[in-house]
């Protein structure tokens, strides 16, 4: 079974020796996306902001691993502050209520304090959900 590897291009993932994603078989397991901007690194104060720019990384690597939102079907979510949960329930049920994947959040101090968030999926490719 081949391996492949997806790379945002950060220098924190060749300083820790880390990818993006891994593709395996037809499994595509995404790392833990803070809410990070990708494309320019800025962290905004705002957590469901950063809950936004954390899915939209988690969907490009999940395309660029030929796969989508809709073939998740494990996640977990990290929250450095539980009064956030109300705020944040929302915005994280519509990147998963289509999909409704199995799912751990728990609180945890990240490792930067700016960061509020992070989040990880697991998704297997042809197995996208099917609404009736």
Do not use: H
Not at 12 to 20: I, K, N, P, Q
Not at 79 to 89: F, G, M, N, Q
């Amino acid at each position: 079974m081949n391996r492949r590897i997806i790379s945002g291009g950060t220098p924190y993932e060749a300083l820790v020796g880390y990818s993006r994603a891994v593709v395996v078989g037809d499994w595509v397991f995404v790392s833990g996306t803070t809410g990070r901007n990708r494309l320019t690194g800025e962290i905004p104060d705002d957590v469901v902001e950063q809950t936004r720019f954390a899915f939209e990384t988690i969907i490009w690597a999940l395309g660029e691993a030929g796969s989508a939102m809709s073939e998740v079907v494990r996640g977990r979510i990290v929250i450095s502050d539980p009064a956030e949960e109300k705020r944040l329930v929302p915005v994280i049920g519509e990147f998963l209520k289509p999909v409704r994947p199995a799912l751990t959040m728990y609180v945890a101090q990240l490792l930067d304090p700016r960061l509020k968030i992070e989040i990880d999926v697991t998704a297997l490719r042809g197995s996208a959900i099917i609404c009736v």
